[in-house]
């Protein structure tokens, strides 16, 4: 595929112009670097197909002097929007999709946003798509739910892409960098997709998280399931368990499953997963995990392993030492932050916990980001209620 023209605007990809294999050896390098320290590091695992592969697409709107509807990103460290008509990384429906209702704007006299001026009605367009199920969800980020003939709006657009399966208008009316706001109303269909990752079926919203590469997600969670060594009698926690993925798929092999997340929105969707897959050996609670675990140590109560998929950030100390606190005897670490990684690991070693294997995964061609699953077992019977 040829270098791509957007590359030097937009700043969305690290590594254009370097071959994907290139790419690998520059991630391995950097993770040998970051955790070879605390364990060994397998070999990572590509993509068969770097191209195209993020099923959540994002656009920002805008219009030029002369009146031409422009989608595209923001230039980096900016909101200079870069107009971009096919990325190679994003979902090719997806952007044709995009095209369209860009190309309807005029036609039904649609006024888009400006930043400076705060005028205007349309801001973004987000589009999710369904890897395994082919589903797709248009989200219509406005700043007024007032949306002169929607309907007909619809319509037109289903004509185009009659595999549209729901259509959500989002009103975001604050002037913030956010792009989603916090009400939805659904146009067209349930309001959201579903798709399937590892045996599991899961509802997808607007605001709901699930991975943009779910290919390789897919081989990241199998990864993960082999190293905790579920035996089906194991009590298991999964902290920042978001929409309840990776305990779902966790939960088959447990004789029980704890999903804790700070999100309630995330909460509810987590135990409609578990109703839609028939899975009830599972609970999901609203809360902090770090908070969680000390009150479960506390009452003398055991985890046997403890999932662990925190934001880019890493995790806290005070969320590190509750967990060892609990004591459970693995602690698989899914990462998407190897920075934030290898810290987290030095306070888990210092806790009595040890590093057995980092095996990282590539979910993000072309970028720098790295996934990594680790796997980490108690080495140490010692009390560590001083240090903790």
Same mark, same amino acid.
């Given at each position: 595929?040829?270098?791509?023209?957007?590359?030097?605007?937009?700043?969305?990809?690290?590594?254009?112009?370097?071959?994907?294999?290139?790419?690998?050896?520059?991630?391995?390098?950097?993770?040998?670097?970051?955790?070879?320290?605390?364990?060994?590091?397998?070999?990572? #695992?590509?993509?068969?197909?770097?191209?195209?592969?993020?099923?959540?697409?994002?656009?920002?709107? +805008?219009?030029?002097?002369?009146?031409?509807?422009?989608?595209?990103?923001?230039?980096?460290?900016?909101?200079?929007?870069?107009?971009?008509?096919?990325?190679?990384?994003?979902?090719?429906?997806?952007?044709?999709?995009? =095209?369209?209702?860009?190309?309807? %704007?005029?036609?039904?006299?649609? #006024?888009? /946003?400006?930043?400076?001026?705060?005028?205007?009605?349309?801001?973004?367009?987000?589009? =999710?798509?369904?890897?395994? #199920?082919?589903?797709?969800?248009?989200?219509?980020?406005?700043?007024?739910?007032?949306?002169?003939?929607?309907?007909?709006?619809?319509?037109?657009?289903?004509?185009?892409?009659?595999?549209?399966?729901?259509?959500?208008?989002?009103?975001?009316?604050?002037? #913030?960098?956010?792009?989603?706001?916090?009400?939805? %109303?659904?146009?067209?269909?349930?309001?959201?997709?579903?798709?399937?990752?590892?045996?599991?079926?899961?509802?997808?919203? @607007?605001?709901?998280? /699930?991975?943009?590469?779910?290919?390789?997600?897919?081989?990241?969670?199998?990864?993960?399931?082999?190293?905790?060594?579920?035996?089906?009698?194991? =009590?298991?926690?999964?902290?920042?368990?978001?929409?309840?993925?990776?305990?779902?798929?966790?939960?088959?092999?447990?004789?029980?499953?704890?999903?804790?997340?700070?999100?309630?929105?995330?909460?509810?969707?987590?135990?409609?997963?578990?109703?839609?897959?028939?899975?009830?050996?599972?609970?999901?609670?609203?809360?902090?995990?770090?908070?969680?675990?000390?009150?479960?140590?506390?009452?003398?109560?055991?985890?046997?392993?403890?999932?662990?998929?925190?934001?880019?950030?890493?995790?806290?100390?005070?969320?590190?030492?509750?967990?060892?606190?609990?004591?459970? +005897?693995? %602690?698989?670490?899914?990462?998407?932050?190897?920075?934030?990684?290898?810290?987290?690991?030095?306070?888990?070693?210092?806790?009595?916990?040890?590093?057995?294997? @980092?095996?990282?995964?590539?979910?993000?061609?072309?970028?720098?980001?790295?996934?990594?699953?680790?796997?980490?077992?108690?080495?140490?019977?010692?009390?560590?209620?001083?240090?903790?």
């Amino acid at each position: 595929m040829k270098p791509c023209p957007y590359a030097k605007k937009c700043g969305g990809c690290d590594y254009q112009g370097i071959p994907y294999e290139k790419q690998l050896e520059l991630k391995q390098a950097e993770m040998n670097r970051l955790l070879g320290v605390f364990c060994p590091v397998h070999e990572i #695992t590509g993509m068969d197909n770097p191209y195209h592969y993020r099923n959540k697409v994002h656009a920002v709107l +805008s219009r030029t002097k002369d009146g031409k509807i422009l989608s595209g990103m923001y230039e980096e460290d900016s909101h200079k929007v870069v107009p971009v008509s096919d990325c190679q990384i994003e979902n090719e429906k997806a952007g044709e999709i995009i =095209r369209s209702i860009c190309g309807l %704007i005029p036609s039904f006299k649609l #006024t888009v /946003y400006n930043e400076i001026s705060g005028f205007g009605l349309l801001r973004h367009v987000l589009v =999710r798509v369904g890897e395994k #199920t082919g589903e797709i969800l248009v989200v219509l980020v406005v700043t007024d739910p007032v949306f002169p003939s929607k309907n007909n709006f619809v319509k037109a657009l289903r004509k185009k892409h009659p595999e549209i399966t729901s259509v959500v208008l989002n009103i975001n009316s604050r002037r #913030t960098s956010m792009v989603l706001g916090t009400r939805d %109303i659904v146009l067209y269909g349930p309001g959201f997709i579903e798709d399937e990752i590892c045996g599991m079926r899961f509802r997808i919203s @607007a605001q709901s998280f /699930y991975q943009v590469n779910p290919v390789q997600a897919e081989k990241l969670y199998e990864k993960a399931m082999e190293l905790a060594h579920l035996t089906g009698k194991e =009590r298991v926690i999964d902290a920042y368990c978001g929409t309840g993925t990776i305990g779902l798929i966790a939960s088959g092999s447990a004789s029980e499953l704890i999903g804790v997340e700070l999100n309630d929105e995330a909460v509810k969707d987590a135990v409609k997963n578990a109703r839609k897959n028939h899975v009830e050996n599972v609970r999901f609670i609203t809360g902090d995990a770090g908070e969680f675990m000390r009150a479960m140590a506390k009452d003398k109560e055991h985890a046997d392993v403890l999932f662990m998929d925190p934001p880019r950030s890493g995790a806290s100390e005070e969320f590190l030492r509750s967990a060892a606190l609990l004591s459970p +005897s693995r %602690i698989i670490y899914i990462s998407c932050g190897p920075e934030s990684l290898a810290r987290d690991l030095a306070v888990l070693q210092k806790l009595g916990y040890r590093a057995k294997g @980092a095996w990282p995964y590539d979910l993000f061609g072309f970028t720098k980001h790295v996934e990594c699953c680790v796997l980490l077992e108690r080495v140490s019977n010692r009390n560590f209620l001083s240090v903790l």
